[in-house]
């Protein structure tokens, strides 16, 4: 190895293909998340020409504060199906958090922030119960998540109706740290006579942390080995049954996040809210470059893929279509979204 | 694969608790507020019917909470069994109906929001002896139906109310948003708005997501912003009233807020001036007279409203009624 004496004997140097080095270009395209901000890039400068009001700083703050709902979410789903594991219960259990915040703290007349920690270990252990129920039984985690699914959305309905008579949780904000934490979940502030909510920052935030621990730390490999092939990951040492419940668990954390944003927002919560919201992250992440089967993806093309849904969504109203359309304007542009992304894809791969 | 932390478990717990105990707080929550003391007017001594009431309610709409309280109350009251189920999606509640017709119920409470999927359900359960009364939804179909009485309002007509008295308001620009894309009640409404309005004024209309409060927020935000000449918001539902307040302010839009149903919050907002007024159906009254009417047949051979459509609304609760109605609707009555 050291020596290179017998430099004559080898063959002229045509270095290996797998370290090759390319482009910079080409490995840039090479990301998973350069399909969707071409995607997302387009679709801007789409409705930025179209649609007047699109311009002004205050609908662009509208539009990522849309997003960032999304956004929040779409990161630790982004983790798991990378981690390969469905979670269709995340929209429905924002919801849930938001309820047993408001409810328990409204029923015990409790200062609002025992109602968040107590929200907050709700949240955790159903993550913990659906990543534990997926490592335990082998069943796939898209069903176990369905079923997870509808029995989050009836103790919904079925406990608000029993405690409070009611469908919607009571208005707690006159309630002790309402205030505070009103504060901290649902604010906002104001740049340059752009109100930006606080939302959009703590979602930039998670996706950088989300990255970081994808890019440079030993979980993130993990995560990626354990959605490649969980069994090889296991032979080769990861802590596969850790990793799934972890990544469940994040779920729930943003859930809690997201549910406590939505409780401190609106003061009560109706019960049967979240329902398709799961729908929304899964399209976020996918449309960002993560890969059904698991094993590829990245937090960031998860951003923009909530970018371009919540654009998209606030584009069409902004340039006034007819509102018989929205949904059809709606598909079409995801399916255009798509296509260049995976037209660009295809580009880069074939450009290796 | 779990380390055992049980001491660490033990006095996180401790701390939870201590926490708890310290946090109670002063102000609001459950201690401070009134126990509504239910309505009741008695307990009839007639023999024990069951009633079944099917609603087209999507799942925690508050609307539908109102009108279940008002059939709990005539069922408490009438020595009732009352069962209730519902399903927002026509075919599924036929199926419910059929339920009922199968358990032989002594009589059927039902919503009609889709007369071809629930008729030929409802005229099976008259065809086997069931009373059937309807309400809230089928104002046009019940009497084709088999139904012997309907409760609720005509939609087309609270709309026309509604936007005549918008335009009496001077509103020039009025926005009608609807929660969910293609249910007729919804788009009677909208369009009974924009015949009211007449050439006093224009209505457009915007389909928001019901369920996503968030996006319901941001999409009426994003319509302000971008027609600056909407000087009036008229929403279909109490709870998209609610959010529909931020979105004025966010938008920094002028418009005047008016809503379709009412809920106890709702209320407290047209006392304090964010909201106009609010088109009311009665709901509590529906389901009253629903379950009370079935009861009345069946004891007494009564129909109320002799063949003819009883309506419970159109009615407008603003500034000048508001006081009234607020304490009935601290309890979940009105």
């Known amino acids: 190895m050291t020596s290179t004496a017998q430099a004559g004997l080898t063959p002229p140097p045509t270095r290996d293909e797998r370290i090759r080095r390319k482009s910079t270009l080409a490995r840039l395209f090479a990301r998973p998340e350069m399909g969707a901000l071409t995607g997302a890039i387009v679709i801007y400068l789409f409705f930025f020409i179209i649609a007047p009001s699109f311009r002004n700083g205050g609908s662009l703050s509208t539009v990522l504060y849309v997003s960032s709902t999304y956004g929040l979410l779409a990161t630790p789903i982004a983790l798991l199906m990378i981690g390969g594991e469905f979670d269709l219960s995340a929209g429905v259990a924002v919801t849930s ?36 129920i997926v ?165 960031v093309g998860a951003a923009i893929g909530a970018f371009i849904f919540g654009m998209t969504n606030q584009g069409i109203v902004l340039a006034g279509w007819d509102p018989d359309w929205f949904t059809f304007f709606l598909g079409a542009l995801l399916l255009g979204a798509i296509l260049l992304n995976t037209f660009i894809r295809r580009r880069a791969e074939a450009a290796k | 694969m779990f380390r055992s932390r049980k001491p660490a478990v033990g006095a996180a717990l401790i701390a939870i608790l201590a926490l708890t105990l310290a946090a109670c707080s002063s102000t609001g929550g459950k201690k401070a507020s ?200 008229i929403t279909l539902g109490a709870p998209i009233a609610l959010i529909a307040i931020q979105s004025i302010s966010s938008a920094s839009s002028h418009a005047k807020l008016y809503t379709f149903d009412t809920n106890a919050e709702e209320i407290s907002k047209i006392k304090s001036g964010q909201v106009q007024w609010a088109v009311d159906q009665q709901p509590y009254l529906q389901g009253y007279e629903a379950i009370d009417s079935l009861w009345l047949y069946l004891t007494n051979g009564d129909a109320i409203g002799g063949g003819q459509t009883v309506l419970t609304g159109p009615a407008f609760i603003d500034s000048s009624n508001v006081t009234k109605v607020a304490k009935y609707a601290e309890r979940g009555t009105r």
């Open chain 1, 97 to 132: 958090s938001a309820l047993t915040a408001s409810l328990f703290c409204y029923e015990f007349t409790l200062n609002v922030w025992v109602g968040v920690a107590v929200a907050l270990v709700v949240s955790l252990a159903v993550g913990f119960l659906n990543g534990w």
């Open chain 1, 135 to 299: 490592v335990r039984t082998g069943i796939p985690s898209f069903l176990v998540t369905l079923g997870t699914f509808f029995m989050l959305q009836g103790l919904n309905l079925a406990l608000t109706q029993t405690i409070t008579n009611q469908v919607a949780s009571p208005d707690i904000s006159n309630i002790a740290g309402f205030g505070s934490a009103a504060k901290i979940f649902a604010s906002s502030f104001t740049i340059d006579g752009v109100n930006i909510r606080t939302t959009v920052i703590y979602w930039i935030v998670f996706v950088l942390l989300a990255t970081w621990i994808l890019l440079r730390t030993h979980i993130g490999n993990w995560i990626f080995s354990v959605g490649g092939s969980a069994p090889s990951a296991r032979a080769v040492g990861v802590p596969v049954t850790r990793m799934k419940i972890g990544l469940f668990m994040a779920v729930g954390l943003m859930a809690w996040f997201t549910g406590m944003h939505t409780l401190f927002e609106f003061n009560t919560i109706q019960s049967g809210q979240g329902v398709g919201l799961e729908f929304v992250y899964i399209i976020a992440a996918v449309v960002g470059g993560c890969l059904l089967t698991g094993g590829y993806g990245s937090a």
């Open chain 2, 34 to 233: 009134a126990q509504a003391s239910a309505v009741s007017a008695g307990h009839a001594n007639t023999p024990r019917y069951t009633f079944a009431m099917i609603t087209h309610a999507a799942p925690g709409d508050t609307f539908w909470d109102i009108i279940r309280h008002g059939a709990t109350a005539a069922a408490a009251k009438d020595n009732i069994t009352f069962k209730y189920s519902n399903n927002d999606d026509p075919t599924q509640q036929a199926t419910l109906i059929q339920d009922a017709i199968n358990a032989k119920v002594d009589g059927i409470a039902v919503t009609d929001p889709d007369p071809q999927a629930i008729c030929p359900t409802v005229k099976k359960a008259a065809a086997a002896g069931i009373p059937v009364v309807m309400f809230n939804a089928g104002v046009n179909n019940w009497q084709q139906c088999g139904a012997m009485e309907y409760f609720g309002q005509d939609e087309t007509v609270a709309g026309l109310a509604a936007g005549k008295r918008l335009a009496a308001a001077g509103a020039k620009q009025v926005l009608c948003v609807l929660q969910a894309q293609g249910q007729v009640q919804l788009e009677a409404r909208c369009a009974g708005v924009k015949q009211g309005l007449g050439s006093e004024g224009a209505m457009q209309k915007l389909y928001v997501n019901g369920t996503d409060s968030s996006a319901v927020q941001s999409t009426i935000t994003a319509k302000l912003t971008q027609d600056k000449s909407i000087d009036a918001v």
